[in-house]
């Protein structure tokens, strides 16, 4: 059963616009949420994070928001470049227990940006 | 340059046989895991270490095995009992305290002859 969900595998979306790339959670037992970015046959590098105890977190074109009522967040990409084409993973940390600071991760959704 | 380090890049495996699979980190980080990916997948961990000399059993453990000697080292050996090696495998660490961020190494392709 999957605890970390991206239900949408591909985004294709025009330069200059906006991205918005989603992910679900099942689990209230999660502290931090985060978000990679990785292109193929590389690491995934980390992109932005956000505390359980906020809603909103930014860091120049990159913006997370958590809704945990819904048990959503979402990333924000504004304005998209084509060098933000690559696969992105969401990832939520386990903040209790044997597995503490383990990571659970979505399935990854493919961003591609069209010039 | 604090980094990690994972080797081979590409890595060729006959049948029964096992292959380690290396990852360095001079980030002095206390914990490092092993991912596994496949394709449309996200990363699943294998193992997870978090002080030198004890590990911990992931979600897909079963045909792996790994040792942690050095805090520095957490090499991953992929036994003949894993009968479906093909992927694509990631080293990554962090530091205990005040570290929710892992930071990945740059993988290293393992393929079976």
């Known amino acids: 059963d999957q605890q970390v969900k991206q239900n949408s595998p591909s985004l294709s979306v025009q330069e200059g616009r906006i991205s918005i790339l989603n992910c679900d959670y099942t689990?209230?037992?999660?502290?931090?949420f985060l978000w990679y970015k990785k292109y193929p046959a590389e690491g995934p590098t980390f992109l932005i994070s956000?505390?359980?105890?906020?809603d909103k977190n930014e860091d120049g074109r990159f913006t997370v928001f958590l809704n945990k009522s819904a048990k959503h967040l979402s990333l924000h990409i504004v304005p998209s470049q084509p060098g933000d084409s690559a696969v992105y993973f969401c990832?939520?940390?386990?903040?209790?227990?044997?597995?503490?600071?383990?990571?659970?991760f979505g399935k990854g959704t493919k961003l591609s940006v069209k010039p | 340059d604090g980094g990690i380090t994972q080797s081979p890049k590409y890595l060729f495996r006959k049948e029964g046989q096992n292959v380690t699979l290396s990852c360095e980190q001079n980030?002095?980080?206390?914990?490092m895991y092993w991912y596994r990916q496949d394709p449309g997948q996200g990363l699943r961990l294998i193992y997870y270490?978090?002080?030198?000399?004890?590990?911990q059993k992931g979600d897909i453990a079963e045909g792996y095995s790994v040792s942690r000697e050095k805090k520095e080292s957490f090499p991953l050996t992929v036994t003949s009992a894993q009968k479906n090696p093909t992927a694509f495998y990631l080293c990554?660490?962090?530091?205990?305290?005040?570290?929710?961020?892992?930071?990945f190494g740059p993988g290293t392709r393992l393929l079976v002859l």
């Open positions: 990554a660490s962090r530091p205990l305290s005040g570290g929710e961020t892992q930071y």
């Open positions: 689990n209230s037992m999660f502290d931090y």
């Open positions: 956000i505390s359980s105890i906020k």
């Open positions: 990832a939520a940390r386990v903040f209790y227990g044997g597995s503490q600071g383990n990571l659970i």
């Open positions: 980030l002095n980080h206390d914990a």
């Open positions: 270490s978090q002080i030198v000399n004890d590990f």
